[in-house]
């Protein structure tokens, strides 16, 4: 008995340890099925076949763990005993027999899931399970219950447009196993065997099919791509970090020097303009304000809230790149980007910010990004 058992669970182990596509992941709930069938056995030797024959029919549900591999629970009552040697019984049923049964698609198994059932399937079963023979108090068989074995091949057809249907015709042979002296003996004078045509019906699963469903794989080329590109966003994220903490430790410097009243601004006096010393540089073709830039405004914020008469031009530039008309434009923008700063952020009325376009210019500094630069002029008289 333990070298049977343990053969089945070698076998069991090795069918599903075999490679198959991969498919969806499914819930528990998925892949359960439930079906009848009926038909006809005879006991393997010592009868004549169609003298002998004895209706059965049965019940059978299960669920299909993998393409390949299922696990089914089968109930089969037996109306005659033609051909046994307990014959006449008394009842109309004359036994039972409840089988727990793996099955294994071959199909499957050998040529692979195609993502969907194909038309005809072969499948086999095997398992083990209990028997009980009923007899009357006038007819009663010597042994009631007994330890069963069925081994089975399914030939299936899947039809209906979605394949929950499936038609089976099986042959089969199932042994009422011999025990002596602890040993189980599979022997054909205590078998039957059997042709059974069966319908099972696949509930729904939550795919929104009766079935599996081959997962989307993507080829190895395009995986490397996809990491490449990550690894690479990844190294652009920690370079925008490093720099935003650059800015914010810029902005916490300066705002200290402004608690401490350090000057911060220094105002270049010439006989026409008083240039505050701050400046916002922007990126080229931008009029966005980067984090870091907000500490020359902070700068002038302060400066006019300290001098309460003071007015203010701001004065936006271009580097010489593109044509003229977008680079007037661009400065234009950048020095009401500016003043909108100052009157929202740090609540600088507007009437003592006026706002000038200069357009593109080579000749503030020699760098040539530092031109792409907003000024401030105190125009205060």
Same mark, same amino acid.
């Given at each position: 008995?333990?070298?049977?058992i343990?053969?089945?669970? #070698?076998a069991?182990?090795?069918v599903?340890?075999l490679?198959?596509?991969?498919?969806? %992941?499914?819930?528990?709930?998925?892949?359960?099925y439930?079906?009848?069938?009926?038909?006809?056995?005879?006991?393997t030797?010592? !009868?004549k #076949?169609?003298?002998n024959?004895n209706?059965?029919?049965?019940?059978r549900?299960?669920?299909?763990i +993998?393409? #390949?591999?299922g696990?089914?629970?089968?109930?089969?009552?037996y109306?005659?005993?033609?051909?046994?040697?307990?014959? /006449?019984?008394?009842?109309?049923?004359?036994?039972?027999?409840?089988?727990?049964?793996?099955?294994t @698609?071959?199909?499957n198994?050998?040529?692979?899931? /195609?993502?969907?059932?194909?038309?005809?399937?072969?499948a086999?079963i095997y398992?083990?399970?209990?028997?009980?023979?009923?007899g009357?108090?006038?007819?009663? /068989?010597?042994?009631n219950?007994?330890l069963t074995?069925?081994?089975?091949?399914? $030939?299936?057809? @899947?039809?209906?447009?979605?394949?929950a249907?499936?038609i089976?015709?099986?042959?089969?042979?199932?042994?009422?196993l %011999?025990?002596?002296d602890?040993k !189980?003996?599979?022997n054909?004078?205590?078998?039957a065997?059997?042709?059974i045509?069966? #319908?099972?019906y696949? $509930?729904?699963n939550s795919?929104? +099919?009766h079935?599996?469903?081959?997962?989307e794989?993507? %080829?190895q080329?395009?995986?490397?791509?996809?990491?490449?590109?990550i690894?690479?966003?990844?190294?652009?994220?920690n370079?925008?970090?490093m720099?935003?903490?650059?800015?914010r430790?810029t902005?916490?410097?300066?705002?200290a020097?402004?608690?401490?009243?350090?000057?911060?601004?220094i105002?270049?006096?010439?006989?026409?303009?008083?240039?505050?010393?701050?400046?916002?540089i922007?990126?080229?073709?931008?009029? +966005?304000?980067?984090?870091?830039?907000?500490?020359?405004i902070?700068?002038?914020?302060?400066?006019?809230?300290?001098?309460?008469?003071?007015h203010i031009m701001i004065k936006?530039y271009?580097?010489?790149?593109?044509?003229?008309? $977008?680079?007037q434009?661009?400065s234009?923008?950048?020095?009401?980007?500016?003043?909108?700063?100052?009157?929202?952020?740090?609540?600088?009325?507007?009437?003592?910010l006026?706002?000038k376009?200069?357009?593109?210019?080579d000749?503030?500094?020699?760098?040539? %990004?530092?031109?792409?630069?907003?000024m401030f002029?105190?125009t205060?008289?």
């Amino acid at each position: 008995m333990k070298k049977q058992i343990l053969a089945l669970v #070698v076998a069991v182990t090795a069918v599903q340890a075999l490679p198959a596509q991969t498919v969806e %992941d499914s819930k528990l709930s998925d892949n359960w099925y439930i079906g009848i069938n009926g038909g006809e056995n005879f006991k393997t030797t010592g !009868t004549k #076949v169609f003298s002998n024959l004895n209706p059965s029919f049965g019940l059978r549900a299960g669920r299909y763990i +993998t393409p #390949v591999f299922g696990l089914a629970i089968e109930g089969e009552a037996y109306l005659n005993n033609k051909g046994s040697e307990n014959r /006449p019984l008394g009842t109309a049923i004359k036994g039972i027999n409840v089988s727990l049964l793996g099955t294994t @698609n071959f199909s499957n198994l050998f040529g692979g899931y /195609p993502g969907e059932p194909r038309f005809f399937e072969i499948a086999g079963i095997y398992g083990l399970g209990w028997g009980h023979i009923f007899g009357t108090q006038n007819h009663r /068989p010597a042994d009631n219950d007994m330890l069963t074995s069925k081994l089975g091949i399914d $030939f299936i057809f @899947n039809i209906g447009q979605t394949r929950a249907w499936q038609i089976y015709i099986e042959p089969n042979i199932s042994y009422g196993l %011999d025990v002596d002296d602890g040993k !189980t003996n599979f022997n054909l004078n205590n078998s039957a065997l059997g042709l059974i045509v069966g #319908v099972n019906y696949k $509930f729904g699963n939550s795919n929104a +099919t009766h079935n599996f469903v081959l997962a989307e794989l993507r %080829d190895q080329m395009e995986i490397d791509v996809l990491l490449d590109r990550i690894n690479e966003m990844r190294s652009e994220l920690n370079a925008y970090d490093m720099a935003l903490e650059a800015g914010r430790q810029t902005i916490a410097n300066l705002e200290a020097m402004l608690e401490e009243r350090q000057p911060a601004v220094i105002v270049n006096e010439t006989k026409t303009t008083n240039v505050l010393q701050p400046s916002v540089i922007f990126r080229q073709g931008k009029s +966005t304000i980067d984090a870091a830039q907000y500490a020359s405004i902070s700068m002038v914020a302060t400066y006019m809230k300290n001098h309460p008469d003071a007015h203010i031009m701001i004065k936006g530039y271009a580097s010489p790149e593109g044509n003229g008309e $977008f680079n007037q434009r661009l400065s234009e923008a950048r020095a009401k980007a500016v003043k909108n700063a100052l009157v929202k952020r740090y609540g600088i009325s507007s009437d003592r910010l006026t706002v000038k376009g200069l357009g593109a210019t080579d000749e503030l500094f020699d760098e040539l %990004d530092f031109n792409r630069v907003v000024m401030f002029i105190d125009t205060t008289r």
